[in-house]
């Protein structure tokens, strides 16, 4: 499970397979795994700039964009749970 908190927004999850879908299910490589993190912070992104949640929430992420943010690590935090650590520059 990928979970994802922005300060002031509700939290987002989605579910990141980390095996392959070869015959031998081998786990994917980090790459590939911080490519399907990056791929689920753009979807977050999206569907919080497109909901909007008025004037008196705590939720900014107009200037938020998926190109100046920085996955710098990955946690794995329970068996099926991964937190990202994202710098956003």
Known sequence: MFRLQ????PSWQSKISTKDHSARRQPIT???L???VAKNV????EREKVKGHGDHSRCNLEDAL???????RLV???I???QPEIFMG
């Open 6 to 9: 922005f300060a002031g927004c």
């Open 80 to 82: 099926a749970s991964w």
């Open 34 to 36: 911080a490519y399907e």
């Open 66 to 72: 998926l190109s100046n943010m920085y996955l710098t």
């Open 30 to 32: 980090r790459t590939k």
């Open 42 to 45: 753009g979807k977050f992104l």
């Open 76 to 78: 794995q935090v329970s």
